[in-house]
């Protein structure tokens, strides 16, 4: 009970005014692959991702997701996402909702100066909660992940090298029933903003200055059995504007398990806590 | 066949008046960022500039400014605001006192957006 109490405390603790993706100067923008290391209120709505053999080999996957993300206060946030697939193998069409998920991320660090960012998540897939008709699972998938970010700005000898920023995950996927597995991924950014805004502005124009070029990768390394990693390699950029960012990444699978040809994806991406600065935007306890 | 279809319609429909609505609802104020700096991060001016303005994406609170300018000996360059300066926009101007001396100078900032967000920044230029 002490213990529960402290934890609670510990969460519901009061914290510096901090919202979507900022440590110091450094923003680092919503990521469409891999998870953010910083808790905010934000809507995914949507995320179109076009593949093919993705899941199954030869299958064409078109998958529309949402993610919806609420700060309880301001180092703890809930989430729940959700999606609609439609499959097609050689004409033969099924479609309907995957699992639903719902997560819960604390923030355990935001060092202004390094413009560093750690934080620890659980995320369910919620089993049976998608359409039966698409072999869902049927028991749940838990996932605990630790998720960093850390932006070069303190790199003064390097100028060019300011702007690059990594985030990165490291988690485990333990299903109620079968392998878990471990699940990894990074991210390379190279924020336009930053380099104009902090380190120089080499004429770019307002447009190319709200652009960040980024690479997202993301691996699933079964601990168990024979089967092989999977995962894909996702080049793109972002355009973050005032309340909305924008992404669209192409989709490489690493291998033919992880996919059959070169799919991409795109994001409509808003934060919450500056669309809704009085309300749905902030945390509901601060 | 005919299910999927109007279920993928509707779908697309959902998220496309979601979109347009929370478009429609987005308000001039959210997280201020550096759009245009004078001098420019990273600029080397012949001319010792008398005049500094940073202009940012949104409105802020220019009551509530935090602003240095700290030249290469380390001292800091006195400024100051324009007479009448009003109480919120997008803009910071200031006038150094005296001209500033050839070298490299370090621009910090901290503003608060006008729904209360903070957000700063740090920068150089160089006058030759």
């Known amino acids: 009970m002490r213990v529960a109490f402290a934890a609670a405390a510990l969460v519901f603790a009061s914290a510096p005014a901090f919202a979507h993706g900022y440590a110091g100067q450094r923003f680092f923008p919503a990521t469409i692959l891999l998870e953010d290391p910083f808790v905010a209120d934000e809507l995914g709505l949507p995320t179109y991702t076009h593949m093919k053999g993705g899941e199954e080999p030869g299958v064409r996957e078109d998958e529309l997701e949402f993610e919806f993300a609420k700060r309880i206060t301001s180092k703890f946030a809930l989430a729940i996402e959700g999606a609609w697939i439609h499959e097609n193998d050689a004409g033969e069409s099924v479609d309907g909702f995957e699992n639903i998920a719902v997560g819960a991320k604390y923030q355990l660090l935001v060092d202004e100066d390094a413009e560093t960012v750690l934080a620890a998540a659980l995320d369910v897939e919620l089993g049976g909660t998608g359409s039966s008709h698409l072999d869902v699972e049927d028991s749940n998938t838990y996932e605990p992940t630790l998720l960093f970010g850390k932006g070069f700005g303190d790199a003064s000898n390097a100028t060019y090298l300011r702007p690059l920023a990594v985030t990165g995950v490291l988690g485990v996927a333990i299903p109620e029933h079968g392998d878990s597995a471990l699940v990894y991924g990074a991210t390379l950014q190279y924020s336009l903003p930053y380099l104009h805004a902090h380190v120089k502005d080499v004429g770019l124009g307002d447009f190319m200055n709200n652009l960040t070029p980024i690479v997202e990768m993301k691996f699933e390394t079964p601990l168990d059995g024979d089967e092989r990693t999977t995962g894909t390699v996702n080049p793109g950029l972002l355009y973050s504007g005032q309340s909305v960012q924008i992404g669209f990444e192409a989709v490489i699978p690493i291998n033919r398990e992880s996919g059959d040809t070169v799919g991409f994806t795109a994001q409509l991406h808003f934060y919450l806590d500056d669309i809704f600065p009085e309300t749905i935007g902030k945390p509901l306890f601060d | ?128």
């Open chain 2, 1 to 128: 066949m005919t299910f999927s279809r109007k279920r993928s319609a509707s779908l697309f429909s959902i998220s496309a008046i979601a979109a347009l609505a929370l478009f429609a609802a987005t308000p001039a104020f959210a997280h201020a960022a550096l759009r245009n700096a004078v001098p420019a991060a990273g600029a080397v001016v012949d001319q010792p500039p008398t005049k500094l303005s940073l202009e940012f994406s949104c409105a802020i609170d220019l009551t509530n400014v935090e602003l240095s300018v700290v030249g290469p000996a380390g001292q800091e360059v006195a400024l100051s605001p324009p007479e009448g300066e009003a109480k919120s926009g997008n803009t910071i101007e200031r006038t150094a006192a005296a001209a500033l001396a050839p070298g490299r100078y370090k621009v910090a900032w901290r503003v608060l957006s006008v729904d209360g967000h903070h957000t700063r920044g740090a920068y150089t230029f160089d006058v030759k």
